[in-house]
Nanobody, 125 residues
Framework: QVQLVESGGGSVQAGGSLKLSCVGSGYTYSNRCLAWFRQAPGKEREGVATVYSRSDHTYYADSVKGRFTISRDSAGNTIYLQMNNLAPEDTAVYYC??????????????????WGQGTQVTVSS
């Protein structure tokens, strides 16, 4: 069974940085889309960034381009999200997700089969 465990959330002031980690295990398919999503109170879950397990191709939501960087380990089991220049609107629970490659990796939640438990990121002004 696939398990995803996030860590690295916390509280930071605006302009600060945080790095999230997500350790995955139990994968049943080798070519995977790995992604970070976030959900703020009262809002829908939003895709933040995605990366392929077998390449360095990445895709970002417009709201985080130039500030956030997604990366993975060489095995494609662990992913990271480096978040710089954080703003109050980045406050949310951040989730990592995994799913098989269906053509290409997207930021659509329906394309991901497995989810972590989430980690809270709070940015104060």
């Amino acid at each position: 069974q696939v398990q995803l465990v996030e860590s690295g959330g916390g509280s930071v002031q605006a302009g600060g940085s945080l790095k999230l980690s997500c350790v995955g295990s139990g994968y049943t398919y080798s070519n995977r889309c790995l992604a970070w999503f976030r959900q703020a109170p009262g809002k829908e879950r939003e895709g933040v960034a995605t990366v392929y397990s077998r390449s360095d191709h990445t895709y970002y939501a417009d709201s985080v381009k130039g500030r956030f960087t997604i990366s993975r380990d060489s095995a494609g089991n662990t992913i990271y999200l480096q978040m710089n220049n954080l703003a109050p609107e980045d406050t949310a629970v951040y989730y990592c997700a995994a799913g098989p490659v269906r053509g290409r990796c997207t930021l659509a939640p329906a394309d991901f089969d497995y989810w972590g438990q989430g980690t809270q990121v709070t940015v104060s002004s």
